[in-house]
């Protein structure tokens, strides 16, 4: 039997603005989280590899295990992230951490609406524009 592997075809905000117009609001956000932590771990790997002349094969997979708020804060401190740029970070996980897991909320004698969608908004609209902010520190970084 042969295996099947998931992959996101296209570009990354691409696909989660379609999730986003789909209503498909958790995928949308956990898309754009995902890739966040992703470049910010690409961006941590090539400060180490080009800026700071380690091998990039021995900082390769330590890299690729430091979460998404641990990255910001050591890209931060190593000066690669501004402090509008790692406040952004901070907030748009902030918002997404608390919309995963108040989606499901059911408080005793209650009744709770769900989660505002302008909070959800504003932390959609922050994961897009730190996508393209994060790719072209990427892209700058190999040029």
Same mark, same amino acid.
């Given at each position: 039997m042969p295996k099947k592997f998931i992959r996101i075809e296209g570009w990354v905000t691409e696909h989660?603005?379609?999730a986003y117009e789909s209503k498909n609001f958790i995928e949308a956000l956990q898309v754009l989280h995902g890739w966040i932590e992703n470049k910010l771990?690409? %961006?941590?790997i090539l400060t180490g590899s080009i800026d700071h002349d380690s091998e990039m094969s021995r900082i390769w997979d330590i890299a690729n295990q430091i979460n998404l708020v641990t990255t910001a804060h050591? %890209?931060?401190v190593l000066s690669q992230l501004t402090e509008k740029e790692y406040q952004m970070i901070i907030k748009f996980n902030g918002i997404r951490n608390q919309f995963i897991h108040k989606i499901y909320h059911d408080p005793y004698e209650k009744i709770?609406?769900?989660f505002p969608k302008e909070k959800y908004d504003e932390a959609f609209k922050i994961g897009?524009?730190?996508?393209?902010?994060?790719?072209r520190k990427t892209e700058d970084k190999i040029e």
């Open positions: 989660a603005q379609q771990q690409e %961006l941590l050591v %890209l931060f709770y609406e769900g897009m524009e730190l996508s393209d902010i994060l790719q």
